[in-house]
């Protein structure tokens, strides 16, 4: 079944490539099914391609801590939340905050 999901989510992306949501929701998927490599990548590039998609720096965050890569993950709320500055999210910023100091804290 959660395989399916992904081949539904690709299949939409080929009608709407490079859409955001899209990818972000076969990072998740991935990130489900435990392959956290795939999905950190997705992440990443998405983050790349627009640094403004806050969403996608938690998500990412978590992805990494997952692999154990928890100064990576601390630093990518560090950069999500300045990128929150610029977007004027004082909600987000809260959220990758308090993660970054459960990560340091871990």
Do not use: F, W
């Not at 392959?35 to 997705?42: F, H, P, V």
């Not at 983050?47 to 720096?57: I, T, V, W």
Request: include cysteine.
């Amino acid at each position: 079944m959660p395989a399916e999901r992904i081949l539904e989510l690709q299949a939409m992306l080929a009608d709407a490539p490079g859409d955001p949501l899209l990818r972000q929701a076969i990072a998740m998927e991935k990130k489900r099914n435990g392959e956290l490599e795939s999905a950190a990548a997705i992440l990443e590039d998405l983050l790349r391609e627009d640094p403004k998609h806050l969403a996608c720096y938690y998500q990412l965050a978590l992805v990494l801590a997952g692999l154990g890569r928890t100064a990576d993950a601390a630093e990518t709320c560090r950069a999500g939340a300045l990128q929150c500055l610029v977007t004027g999210d004082g909600k987000a910023r809260a959220e990758l905050l308090a993660l970054k100091r459960a990560l340091q804290q871990a």
